[in-house]
């Protein structure tokens, strides 16, 4: 079913321009996937649909993340990876225009679905191709700056789209993202070198991998901690207008400091995660459910708030770096293949919590979905232990 590429180490050089190329690709996926997250009041309001069902959004993308993943590189065969970068990039900006001119729930639903493809297809190269564009010594070093992107949508995005979207309108923040993700498509093209497929496996790649114990461990260790992570995070903006009680411009402050904490965890993840994985695995389910546990007992003061959600920003751009890392160490010899199950599992966990997390708000209260959250996180730290269980024991 996927094809496999060249050996992490076979670039003689680093291409770190196409690393950066990628790096912005990251910036622009997050801010489009959870975009939703900072509009979610005034979406739901020009739909006509409540915030719960609004808040689909992002699980109808995780949704075609899911079988995009899976299915991306049997879709792919041996085509250029280079070239199919390039066109989830021009996916991406289609799905922007889509929801920026969505005149219903349904065409926002088909724009998120667009989206999907463009996440699921991404993710699932992406850590495959960093492989093959740095020396394997620099893996690590390259997922951070690759994850960088992340830090940047997170400290960016959110606060930005939540204050323009209460002068402008929500529809003109999806348009203000179009520019770039159009330029990001002629880096594109222009910073990747050639990433011809190389050789042709089956769905047996796939099934291999799962038949690993560790691996199987640390799939469902990574989906409990992801929906724990999002089933919280998805309705946070709710949660800031009712418990915290905030308006637009203090909302805004509080995503601010919630995405430049990202940056704090994307230097911290380029200087400390190396070598084994073990011991940070199980840091982002700890970190932040702790940090949804406070938020439940001190909501209601703005500082408290704010400083949790600085533990919780830190730790989120943390996260994709130690997973994919433990990834890359220990499935290195299937990386399109393990890459494809870690992004299935990711999107269907972000897909199940904000499902859940969504039922939760409507039927019982807005922390419901919080108190879910801090559940997951407890079975995940205790799934993962002491992370030893989740290594592969060739490697040990």
Known sequence: MVSTVEHAGSRPEAAWGAVLSMAL??????????????????????????EGQTGQAISVSGLFAVAASLLITTAAGRLNRKWVLVALTFFMLLSLVL???????TVLMIGRAVLGICIGGFWALATAV??????????????????????????????????LGGIFGW??????????????LVWHMIALPSLPAQQRQDVRALLDLLKRQYFRRG???????????????????????????????????????LGCAGFIGTWAAGRFIKGDAAPFLKLPALV??????????????????????????????????????????????????????????????????????????????????????VVLAVFAVALIGNGRTLLNPQET
């Open 25 to 50: 690709c990251v910036a622009m996926l997050i801010a489009s996937e959870f975009m939703p997250v900072s509009l979610l009041t005034p979406m739901a309001e020009g739909l006509g649909a409540t």
């Open 219 to 257: 799939l469902m260790a990574c989906m409990l901690s992801w929906g724990s992570a999002f089933s919280m995070f998805t309705y946070l903006r709710p949660f800031l207008e009712q418990v915290t009680g905030v308006d637009v411009a203090t909302l805004s402050v509080l995503l601010l400091l």
């Open 288 to 373: 932040m459910g702790g940090a949804t546990v406070g938020l439940l007992l001190l909501g209601h003061s703005v500082i408290a708030t704010g400083f949790l959600m600085v533990i919780w920003g830190a730790m989120n751009t943390m996260f994709s770096v130690i997973w994919m890392t433990w990834m890359s160490q220990n499935a290195d010899d299937a990386p399109e293949a393990a890459g494809s199950l870690m992004v299935a599992a990711i999107q269907a966990s972000i897909l199940l919590g904000a499902v859940v997390g969504g039922l939760l708000l409507d039927g019982i209260s807005i922390r419901a979905p919080f108190i879910g959250s």
């Open 171 to 184: 529809r003109d923040v999806f348009w203000a993202l179009t520019p770039i993700v159009a330029i990001n």
């Open 130 to 163: 960093i492989m093959r564009l740095v020396p394997a010594q620099d893996v690590p070093k390259a997922l951070a700056l690759m994850y960088a992107g992340q830090a940047i949508a997170a400290a960016f995005a959110a606060p930005i789209g939540s204050y």
């Open 99 to 105: 929801v920026a001119v969505a005149p219903s729930f």
